[in-house]
């Protein structure tokens, strides 16, 4: 699955996409993977409320299943206009 | 119904001449025509040099047209522009734009600022400030996200 | 503020264009510029020749400045503009203009609806349909009226 | 003092200005007195509720006075935008 982070996300974790090989069932299940792996992901997902994700680049809820997703994108709330 | 996503810059009085252009000559029961043109602000005190506008190509494109359909769905509008830059702007700079066209002024005014509210929280853009001694993030407001509220 | 009353067309992109030059180049602290353009509409089902457009010399200008000039003290606005036509109009002319400029975007938009509200019942102007078969004064709506009542 | 008269008003009167010489102390003294001229101002002045006055061009009520005034303006109301 393709991974993808903007902003300060993006420059936390240090690359705007990555492939991940992850069999986790739910955003949140994805999240606790990749805090796992390094401090700078532990650094990017701090605090969930500063988040906001797209599965398959539709705003989902952080509970949301991951079955079938080809894409899954964390960054912080918008700010358009 | 129009979404344009671009680098490049804008003339949004020509942008509004083609939209009416469309609405007014080509649809008899138009009679309101409503734009809003965000500009690049200096709220940094003179010292903000360039803001970066990142998007997420893609999504962008699909949540501003599902933003426009909404619209579209609870108002009878003629038509209905939105153009949202990316990339590098200078301050006074156009940043995007919005026009809707109807039948009444009310439902003119209040598509557009529901397009704008849904624009400025639900479309994928963030803005990043580089000033003369530093940069950062622009924070997304509580009175953003409040404003959606009057919408439910 | 620029307040103009003319028999007249204008071009409204290219009045937008102006105005945005002045509002933003000219102001660091502008992000939000609001249009709303006026369109002979035909409501009489195809039949609506000419529109006829009376108004009241010197009160009009007098009307149209007070009302401006109001908007720009309740809100805190770049700059305002008003155009408005009478004379002769054909369906799908543009009949009258108003633009504001603000720092932010509820500003702008609110003191637009303002302008046009106080415009529309409080500015001496009264329209006229020539009609295909025969003519009618156009009657003022109780909602126009009604929509002041928001402001107070 | 000028009368002016505009849209329908002067459309019924037949004329969109006209020199009233008048003691009259109010709008409404001055209405009467018009109305008591011919049937043509019967026909304008019928309704009061359908209609506006300005003196010297601000908006006022039917009992304000008319010490002073250069200029009264009766009209429907106003139907600009």
Sequence with gaps: ?81 | MRIVVQEAGFDAGRELTRFSARSGAGDPGIGAIVSFTGVVRDTAKGTLEVMQIEHYPGMTEAALTKIAQEAMTRWVLGDVLVIHRFGQLAPGDQIMMVATSSAHRKDAFEAAEYLMDYLKSRAPFWKKEILRDGAQWVGARDEDEDALGRWD
Tied chains: 1, 4.
Excluded at chain 1, 15 to 44: C, H, N, Q, W
Excluded at chain 1, 67 to 81: H, K, L, Q
């Design chain 1, 1 to 81: 699955m393709d991974v993808l982070y903007f902003a300060w996300v993006r420059e936390r974790i240090g690359l705007p996409k990555e492939r991940v090989e992850t069999s986790a069932a739910t955003v949140i299940a994805l999240v606790e993977e990749l805090r796992a792996r390094e401090d700078r992901y532990g650094a990017a997902f701090a605090d969930l409320s500063a988040l906001r994700v797209a599965v398959d680049q539709e705003l989902v809820d952080f509970d949301a299943p991951l079955a079938g997703a080809r894409e899954v994108a964390f960054f912080p709330p918008m700010t358009g206009g």
